[in-house]
């Protein structure tokens, strides 16, 4: 009965099965069959991230080190032209100092506010329904969201209607249209949007955090505040962390909202980065400066990335 | 563990659940009115869509509308003004085939790169992740050149091929992660059985992978129907628009319309994002985890 045989494993399957390595000629042989296998999965994956991604990349890298003839193309290489450039343009220094608000307003807010809304929605009574209302502007595209506070913030929109009424005056601030107030107008927007996702991250984080030890202090006698600070806020910090660096990456990376809220705003103010980036090259035609730009960028993204894989690790260490 | 002795102060505890009780109430009423500030401007686009163009610019602008037939009105002009109908089906046909196809393709890598047993995982792995690490700026110009060069700059397969390509490496982390936890035992018997890796990988892992496919599948078309950047860069022409880049545009031409008309063209454009999110809410939230954690 020759079937019989076919339902024991031999040796060399047996082995495999329980995850020998061996490093005999067949297992070898085995792992290189298998690589394959495996690459002939990836390829398509491999494939197009290399060469939409990547390889686009390392062109633009390469294109920071060029510099631009009008009607003949670029080539001509540059050495750290750009770069230096950059560091006397006076834009850039507008821009640079804008996205340092935005990322610090990015990460303050929506933290501090979230954190604040999901300690107080936790376990209340209609809890999902409050999270809900906070989160939907999330949803909406930024594109969506600034197109609706644009006209929030316009002379007589709803903003200053209810500045009025508080003042019991007429109140006409171009909130969209002056320096000083332009950049907080857009902030508030951003932290309407994204307050949202910090509030549910956390509360994915708090539900993750065991009941013991919470328990345990407060049969001990430590208050409710006390608990928060020296047990809860410790077990949380891996969540903060991973808001944070997502929210710096969010405030070093802003465009859209900026791009839409301040199509009508002349000064300077609602220059970040990205939108510097995208003036330098798509209005003005200053291809290799606006790689520079981006390759400064992706410098500062890759610094905070990590910055956070190595305190990730460490923070993992310390939980444990 | 037994001879620790508790002091349990009965009255203590009491007088805390008292005070926190109390609290309740006050954290009710701070939530109640962030709540209520976060609705105004919801509560504000849901009346003004409703309103003429007349009727807005007289009127308050957190009044009730009069009637709620403008709305008709409203959405036709937003609709042929913006050239929504473009917009849309290019943004759905973005939205469904780049993350379909992402989302599949990184199945594919992610069987590889959990089921199959070989060296140098890792690096293959993070050659694809690195497809996330970089800001998107670093991409728009350098495509914007080579889209040129290759003719697909304006063109749904261009902006197709993007979208599949930048929605690939996220999913890949969560397949990954999650073959990883499943069961080997039904993909050796199979492999035994003299079942090739295709078969493996398409009747035994991912039919056991429809949750977390879903979830990344959701996330990844949001992110495509709501970009406007690449869509302004690659595909700037009426006929190839997303409908966040028609949106935009309209926008920018307000004074032709009143801001009621703007106001509906957002509406209509958030719509199927905002469905998706309610039917699918659970596989959002479970895309959420994923991504936070």
Known sequence: ?320 | MSNIEYHLDLEAIARREKKAHRGNWLAMAGTILISAIWIVPFYYLATSIFKTTEEYSLNHPLSLPSSVTPVMENAVTAWSNAKMGTGMMNSALYGFTGAALAVFIAALAAFGLSRIDFRGKNYWFMLIFAGTIFPLQMYLIPLFFLYQKFGILNTQFGMILFYTAICIPFPVLVLRNYMNGMSRDMDEAARMDGASEFTVFHKIVLPNCWGPMTATFLLQFTWIWNDLLFSTVLANRTEVRSIMNALQVFQGSYSSVGPNVVLTAAVIASVPSILLYFILRKHFMEGMRVSGA
């Open chain 1, 1 to 320: 009965m020759p079937e019989i045989n076919d339902n024991i494993e031999s040796d060399a399957e047996l082995l495999q099965r329980v995850g020998w390595s061996g490093s005999g000629p067949e297992e070898r042989h085995q792992r290189k069959r298998n690589f394959w296998v495996a690459f002939a999965f990836m390829s398509p994956a491999i494939l197009l991230v290399s060469s939409v991604l990547l390889v686009p990349v390392g062109y633009n890298i390469y294109l920071s080190f060029t510099k631009w003839k009008k009607f003949k193309g670029l080539d001509e290489f540059a050495g750290f032209g750009n770069y230096e450039r950059l560091s006397t343009n006076p834009f850039f220094t507008d821009a640079f100092y804008n996205t340092s608000i935005w990322v610090g307003a990015s990460v303050l807010f929506p933290l501090i506010l979230g954190l604040g809304l999901a300690v107080l929605v936790r376990g209340m009574l209609f809890e999902s329904l409050f999270k809900d209302i906070i989160f939907i502007p999330r949803i909406l595209a930024p594109t969506a969201v600034g197109v609706l506070w644009f006209y929030v913030y316009a002379p007589d929109g709803v903003v200053n209607r209810f500045l009025g009424l508080i003042a019991g005056r007429e109140v006409d601030i171009g909130w969209l249209y002056q320096d000083n107030t332009v950049t907080p107008a857009i902030i508030v927007t951003f932290v309407w949007q994204t307050v949202g996702l910090v509030m549910v991250l956390i509360l994915l984080g708090l539900n993750a955090i065991p009941k013991d030890p919470i328990e345990a202090a407060h049969m001990d006698g430590a208050s409710r505040l006390q608990v928060f600070w020296y047990i809860t806020l410790p077990l949380l910090l891996p969540t903060l962390l991973v808001v944070t660096i997502l929210s710096v990456l969010a405030g070093f990376t802003v465009f859209d909202l900026l791009w839409v809220m301040g199509a009508s705003y002349p000064g300077q103010r609602t220059l970040s980065l990205a939108v510097f980036q995208y003036f330098e090259a798509f209005q003005k035609g200053s291809w290799a400066f606006g790689s520079a730009i981006a390759v400064v960028l992706g410098i500062v993204v890759l610094t905070v990335t990590w910055t956070q894989a190595i305190l990730q690790a460490r923070v993992d260490r310390m939980i444990r």
